[in-house]
Each structure stands twice: as C-alpha cells, then as structure tokens.
C-alpha cells in the first residue's frame, strides 16, 4: 500500500506562481511512475503531467505545457509540480497518482492516489 500526502496548494493571483509536493510512504517509489491530475467543480479529473521512473521522461497536458515542469526526488520519495504563470482555469484540486500501467493521461492507469490539494488562481 503507497500512501501519498500532496501540499502545497493556496491562492494566488493571476501570473503567480506556486510549487506542490506529493510525499510517498515507503515504497517502491523510485521504480514508479507518478502523474499529477487535477478536477475543478463540475468538471471530470483531468491529466496534467507525468513523469517516469525509469528515464525521467516528462510528459504534459497541452494546456500546461511551458508554465508547469514536474520532476522528482527519489532520495525523498517526493514528485513535485511547479506551476509557473497561473491562470484562472488552473483553479483546481490538484491530486498525485501513482502509476500503475497503461496510458499516462488515463486515470484508470494509476492505482494509488492522494487526499489532492486545492489550488485557486484569481483573475
């Protein structure tokens, strides 16, 4: 069982910038691949970004692409997502997934999630 705790999330304007971390428990977590998705009300899950454990290859939603850079620490079990020139459409719960197998952008490819943590970008 991976247990996964996100942090990070706040309010901040429009252009702003804001760094989220996703902890894993003890695991096998440097051979997993982790994903980052996000759900605004009324609105399915959403991927947004991936990254792998073997290569560390990055893989991003389009309307992301170029303002978000995931990446990960091993030595602290921990992936992060920086989201640089926020805009009012990211607001969001943003949640950590550990992949399980199959597609990236696919939700049912992963199998353990976080709690999410809410982020709100004002206009």
């Known amino acids: 069982q991976v247990q996964l705790v996100e942090s990070g999330g706040g309010l901040v304007p429009a252009g702003g910038s804001l760094r989220l971390s996703c902890a894993a428990s003890?695991?096998?977590?440097?051979?997993?691949?982790m994903g980052w998705f996000r759900q605004a009300p009324g609105k399915e899950r959403e991927f947004v970004a991936a990254i792998t454990w073997i290569t560390t290859g990055t893989y991003y939603a389009d309307p992301v692409k170029g303002r978000f850079t995931i990446s990960r620490d091993n030595a602290k079990n921990t992936v992060y997502l920086q989201m640089n020139s926020l805009k009012p459409e990211d607001t969001a719960v943003y949640y950590c997934a550990a992949h399980m197998r199959g597609n990236y952008y696919y939700p049912d490819s992963y199998n353990y999630w976080g709690q999410g943590t809410q982020v709100t970008v004002s206009s």
């Open positions: 003890a695991g096998r977590f440097s051979t997993t691949s």
